[in-house]
């Protein structure tokens, strides 16, 4: 290996379609902070259920009793006296596009969701800021019982039950602090019910735009998934750059009942002065499967660590995951599985890339517990430095508890091959076009697993981070 | 007056639940009798051999090794101990020396050994470490390793046989700052009964250390119904051009192995026992000394005592 090597100069991102701002004029904006008077004056503005009042208010308590994580990336930027929880546009939730004001809708459009909602999904939700303004569901899907609506339309109506039961009921305000402050003052967010037996061959997303200058997103996924039924969910979100910090605390709490099968995909691409400190947890019961896919892309700050819990006996997870940090990027992600049920199965395979000073680190935990006889659990990570000014940092934690599992771990950490790279060009390739390709290459355990629409933008979001001249 | 002693912390924290963070060691630090210190200088013809034999219910001890330019030599380091004994291990090895470090635990089963190992090593110098935990009692061993000089390496074995409620609780850290510097981490291993281990490997790329390498594999063989692992193999890394891997196999005795035994007439019991044995008995082997491997043999037992 030679100890210095010519270096390519390779460009941030062309983010000119994310970053397009639009001009607030919103509806209602809440003053900074976190007192218990704003949770309370959000909990009025949203109508909530006496329940949800007290949960939030109890959620302030819990956040203001919790310290502030000891591990991860600094988080020292964030200061959430400098935070608008809550920014609702000036627009009611609408079903049709023609009917979500002008400017919001424009944005949408740039990025592809009414277009992709045409092609290729079974439903979409659009929020932007705090509150969705877009909900749509296809009527042949609603008409086999799938319920794809806005949390704050199923907290109050059909389905309030069901909402009672299962709020927060997986990641408790007690989890985390950022969990806790979830609790307190989350707004917007999906919820789907899908059915027993029922079956969604094309996916539901939703989207969520943050265009509020030191704002913050909290909102709240909750799907169930009944017993032998199906769905493929995607999930997008980005914002606008701005120079004061943004914050996206959201949570996404997923049931997959007996012998059901989710696909939790993300493509995230927050601008780079987001903090992203979102919660995810899948539980999963006998004979069900949870598959996450990440491509986590944008934020300044991103911890990020999906955890599944395999309740039930013969469940199983699969988490495939790309990370791309590139300059001014402190990306922490990774996943956690707990196996409880015996004969579960687990499967990590995950790529990291860091760039012009990106640090990209990637978490996971494995916990097997005593009862989990049968386990098996692979864990697969890799890692690309780009340069020496980047970091890329590997942590796994393993906990074994019982002697009948079989568990696996494997790490790598490299850079580009330079005889990859030669290979290459001397097939006609320039330097940066053979560099990107490889970067695609490393990353196609992740796009593969996507539709074709979102891998092939995800492919572009690589090329376009790999674009740069050579010197 | 016991009072915890903080030990064995991750270069980089992670999420406390999972307790690997650090490990706090209840220590009686006022009553603890200084058995003092010994320096071994290099070159050396022969082996150097410590004995060291716990005094009282708390004792320490500290090892000096000294290795100038172009020397070397080989240290046993044989922990005896019924109550508590600390070991401190400060190892200089200077360019283009080579330093051979053998620590092996004949410790009985209630006791408690803390072992501290600390090296710094200057260009082209080598430092091979073997860990024999043999002995019954708990055992918590904080090691680590400056790469500094250009073309240093360490290499470490690490083998042990947790049984009964021992507790086995190491950490080693490996600082590659020099150029093309290499460690390898082996660890491997059995678990019975209620043991409980935990161990945490970090190889850290400091920044400047092009064309270095790193590897770490560890491997456990989970054998009791009540046993605890925990494996923390940590990659840090702040420089571009370099190699690092890690693995960790954790599991019973594959069915693939177990058939190799019994297509030769070897019951699952007994090839476990031999599997349990293997990792000490090799180390042994390696270190090269037969007292070594009759330490090992006393605190194994025939195969029926493993």
Sequence with gaps: MADTKEKSYVEDIDRSVYDIRDEEHDAYRMQEGLTPAIVDQLSKEKNDPVWMQQFRLQSLQIYNEMPLPDWGPSIEGLDIDHIATYVRPNTKMQNDWKNVPQDIKDTFERLGIPKAERKSLAGVGAQYDSELVYHNVRDEVAAEGVVYTDMESALKGEYADMVHKYFMKLVTPHDHKFAALHGAVWSGGSFVYVPKGVHLSIPLQSYFRLNAKGAGQFEHTLIIVDEGASLHFIEGCSAPKYNVANLHAGCVELFVKKNAHLRYSTIENWSKNMYNLNTKRALVEEGGTIEWVSGSFGSHVGCLYPMSILKGDNSRMEFTGVTFAGAGQNLDTGAKVVHAGKNTSSYMNTRSISKSGGISTFRSSVVVEKNASGAKSSVSCQSLMLDSESRSDTIPAMDIRTKDASIGHEAKIGSISDDAVFYLMSRGMSEEDARALIVSGFADNVSKELPLEYAVEMNNLIRLEMKGSIG | ?306
């Design chain 2, 1 to 306: 007056m016991k009072e915890n002693i903080i030990i064995n912390q991750l270069p980089t924290r992670t999420w406390n639940r999972l307790g690997v963070n650090e490990t706090a060691l209840p220590w009686n630090i006022a009553e603890t009798t200084d058995l003092g210190s010994d320096t071994v200088t290099a070159p050396q013809a022969e082996p150097v051999r410590f004995d060291i034999q716990g005094e009282g219910d708390y004792s320490c001890r500290t090892i000096q090794i000294e290795a100038p330019a172009k020397t070397s030599v080989t240290v046993f380091e044989i922990f005896h101990a019924d109550r508590a004994l600390a070991v401190d291990t400060k190892i200089t090895a200077g360019e283009s020396s080579v330093v051979r470090l053998i620590q092996i635990s004949d410790t009985e089963e209630g006791s408690t050994l803390k072992n501290h190992m600390e090296s710094d090593c200057e260009a082209n110098s080598r430092i091979e470490l073997i860990q024999i935990i043999a002995g019954k009692g708990d055992f918590y061993s904080d090691s680590y390793c400056a790469l500094r000089g250009d073309g240093s390496s360490l290499k470490a074995d690490i083998g042990y046989l947790g049984r009964k409620e021992q507790i086995i609780d190491l950490n080693l850290v490996v600082d590659q700052f020099g150029k093309k510097t290499e460690s390898e981490i082996n660890a491997s291993g059995a678990l019975k009964d209620s043991a409980r281990k935990i161990f945490r490997g970090t190889i850290d790329f400091k920044k400047g250390s092009a064309g270095s390498v790193g590897n770490e594999q560890e491997t456990v063989l989970m054998l009791g119904d009540d046993v605890s692992n925990k494996t923390v193999p940590l990659i840090l890394c702040a420089e571009e051009n370099v190699v690092g891997n890690h693995g960790a196999t954790i599991g019973s005795l594959d069915d693939e192995t177990l058939f190799y035994f019994e297509s030769r007439g070897i019951g699952k019991e007994t090839a476990e026992d031999i599997l349990a044995r293997a990792a000490l008995e090799r180390l042994a082997r390696a270190a090269g000394d037969s007292e070594a491997l009759a330490i090992v043999e006393k605190q194994l037992g025939g195969t029926e005592n493993v």
